[in-house]
Nanobody, 118 residues
Framework: QVQLRESGGGLVQAGGSLRLSCAAS????????MGWFRQAPGKAREFVAT????????SYADSVKGRFTISRDNAKTTVYLQMNNLKPEDTAVYLC???????????WGQGTQVTVSS
């Protein structure tokens, strides 16, 4: 069993920055990757970024490339999402997820709200 806890959301003006954190606890030794997703009201959940635990390879959604950076702390089993130049369309609940011994994201956090005002 893996538990995920996100933090760092909030309200920011357009052009501002926020840093999200997600700490995994419990049985984490089979972590393959961690990622961030987001869901805006009335919209489907969408992929934001992911990082492979073994080699740190990253992947981003086109909508956030060049603005968001995902990073990890292996020792703390924590993943971060640095979000710069935020736009109102980035407003959403941001969810952390982990691929634990699986090719699929099989554990999810409860999410943290990010609101970007224009």
């Amino acid at each position: 069993q893996v538990q995920l806890r996100e933090s760092g959301g909030g309200l920011v003006q357009a052009g501002g920055s926020l840093r999200l954190s997600c700490a995994a606890s419990g049985r984490t030794f089979l972590t393959y990757a961690m990622g961030w997703f987001r869901q805006a009201p009335g919209k489907a959940r969408e992929f934001v970024a992911t990082i492979a635990w073994s080699d740190g390879r990253t992947s981003y959604a086109d909508s956030v490339k060049g603005r968001f950076t995902i990073s990890r702390d292996n020792a703390k089993t924590t993943v971060y999402l640095q979000m710069n130049n935020l736009k109102p369309e980035d407003t959403a609940v941001y969810l952390c997820a982990i691929r634990y011994g699986s090719s699929e994201y099989n554990y999810w956090g409860q999410g943290t709200q990010v609101t970007v005002s224009s």
